[in-house]
């Protein structure tokens, strides 16, 4: 992950020029953001929405002030950063911020080191393979997120115990920084972990904005998809076993698909100042929320 650092870093202070690191490496992380969630659009995997329409209109007023020679090294910035979360697990957006001191430390902003993450995600998770094979899905929120290490620990912890995180888990994260949102948002859409990522405040329960990441877009359109196969096939059963009704033939019954923690229909329209009712996640990843609750 670390062959990337450098490369990173050169690239954020050579765009500085005329801007603070801090105001270019904001500027950096929502047009990343946006343009990952619109990745799945543009592909043609999923159907260009309310939600499309509202960032892409977002994404040219951040990309404004660049010249065309700025957008290409900001491309590559984010190049890298796809390319550290392929090679391994870490907080590479983390350990970015905190090398070039662009945290807001009164703002409650410092990190936990990554290896602290591994030890306390290994902690609270336990062994989470017999919870997956029970659900199928497992649901953890994390409601001070920062830029995610606890969540990317956990991941990584799950892997280890020889589950897709990517297929087994869904986060509901949530940080009051902008640039919180925005670097968990990037990270973990890069890993492809489905989550929703929340700017708002955990403890007052307001939001500004909310967004699913891609495989977890990706995940609810072939749910619902399995979800149609099972009625199908439900019917043609009900057709079969009225017709010829046996006692000697029992046919097992057709496993339920997991459910999904979130109402997709939620994010096609402006976010909530408050959340609507929700379901809790099985797992809360809140360690550190006592830090700011008292
Ligand atoms: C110590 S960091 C921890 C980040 C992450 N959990 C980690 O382990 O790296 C705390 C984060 O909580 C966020 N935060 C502070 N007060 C919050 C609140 N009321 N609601 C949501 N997030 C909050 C800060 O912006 C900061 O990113």
Redesign the pocket.
């Known amino acids: 992950m670390h062959s990337q650092k450098q490369p990173f870093l050169s690239k954020l202070q050579g765009l500085s020029h005329s801007r603070s690191p801090h105001r270019t490496f904001s500027d950096w992380l929502e047009i990343a953001a946006i343009t990952l969630h619109q990745l799945p659009y543009q592909s043609g995997e999923l159907a260009k929405d309310a939600a499309f329409e509202r960032l892409e209109q977002r994404y040219m007023e951040a990309i404004e002030p660049y010249s065309k020679n700025d957008l290409t090294v900001l491309s590559e910035m984010l190049s890298l950063t796809l390319i550290a979360h392929h090679t391994g697990y870490g907080?590479f957006l983390?350990e970015m911020a905190g090398e070039a001191e662009l945290l807001?430390k009164q703002?409650?902003?410092?990190?936990?080191p990554y290896h602290l993450?591994r030890a306390?995600a290994k902690m609270t998770l336990g062994n989470i393979a017999a919870q997956v094979k029970e659900k199928g899905v497992i649901t953890l929120a994390?409601?001070?997120?920062?830029?995610?290490?606890?969540v990317i620990a956990s991941a990584e912890e799950v892997a280890s115990q020889g589950i897709d995180p990517c297929a087994h888990l869904q986060f509901d994260c949530?940080?009051?920084?902008r640039d919180?949102f925005n670097m968990a948002y990037i990270q973990l859409s890069a890993m492809g972990l489905q989550a929703v990522v929340r700017h708002?405040?955990?403890?007052?329960d307001e939001y500004w904005e909310h967004r699913p990441t891609p495989q977890l877009r990706l995940f609810h359109q072939w749910h619902e998809t399995q979800q149609r196969t099972q009625r199908l096939v439900q019917a043609v059963r009900s057709l079969f076993e009225e017709a010829a009704p046996s006692e000697d033939c029992e046919i097992a019954p057709v496993p339920e698909p997991s459910v999904t923690l979130f109402d997709m229909d939620e994010f096609a329209v402006e976010p909530l100042r408050k959340r609507r009712d929700h379901p809790q996640s099985d797992i809360v990843?809140d360690r550190?929320?006592t830090?700011?609750g008292s």
Do not use: K, R, Y
């Open positions: 907080d983390g807001n703002g409650g902003q410092f990190f936990t993450c306390m994390e409601p001070a997120v920062g830029a995610g290490a606890l949530t940080d009051i920084s919180a708002g405040n955990t403890l007052s990843l550190q929320m830090l700011f």
